[in-house]
């Protein structure tokens, strides 16, 4: 069952969706423009980790994109920034009021960045989404248009904050994410090689748990000690890594047959 940190009370409530079988999700994106334009994009990063999560635990997730008044070239452009990223299109895009609609029913998760109010009158869990920032310079509405960093880096580097604490994406938080993810790439290519071997219950019951949660912080660290854990075989950390990142959304396996 997915937790999320409910604004509402400041305490972690269940996700029960109104339909069952089905999670609907509204992402409250702010103005895309100037360093909200980041913050945009971490909103719909979260909603699109509710999603996949939500997805993990077979349930079917409808996200809808709520804004205000944004231009069309403004909008298409934080959705390009966000495809980027490796976020899935949302189903639409609603003024709040006209998200039921949308959604065909009530939605059962608000994502929304802090200092919005457009949904406390609303139904369903309100999850506050910390501002995120870039460097100066890159904080357009879609900071990647530089290609300055691998688009997925920057998800990396959002995804090891807690989503409700601020997300200061320094030049070095950037390149150690971007080593990082470079280093694990290689890894799964090289456990892809041996012999598979089924993900040890105690780390399937880590990584469930951390994902209840939307805790991706703790995912990481996880993956990260186990790395060089000797204890694990490696076809145990292949599958481990490749069904952690059906939410991180870090393309691990992407490096798969490539020369070494």
Known sequence: ML?????????????????????RVCAHVPEAAG??????????????????VAELGHLQALTVLVTADESAERMSELESAADALGIHPPAGRARSGNAPALLGGPADVHVISNGNDKADDQGGVVTRVG??????????????????HDPLTVRFAMLSF????????????????????????????????S??????????????????DLDTPSAIALLRGLVHDDSVPSGAKFETFVYTDRVLGLELPRDIGKPV
């Open 162 to 193: 807690p989503v409700h604490q601020a997300a200061e994406l320094t030049d070095d938080v950037l390149a150690d994410a971007s080593e990082t993810a470079g280093d694990w790439r290689r890894w799964v290519a090289r456990w892809s090689e």
């Open 35 to 52: 360093e909200s334009g980041v913050t945009a994009l971490r909103v719909l990063l979260v909603a699109d980790l509710v999603a996949r």
């Open 3 to 23: 937790r999320l940190r409910n604004s509402r009370t400041g305490s972690y409530a269940e996700v029960k969706p109104v339909q069952p079988g089905l999670l």
């Open 195 to 212: 012999p598979s071997r089924p993900v040890p219950p105690d780390l399937s019951k880590a990584v469930r748990a951390a994902f209840r």
């Open 131 to 148: 501002d995120a920032h870039m460097p100066r310079g890159r904080g357009t509405a879609n900071p990647l248009l530089d290609r300055e």
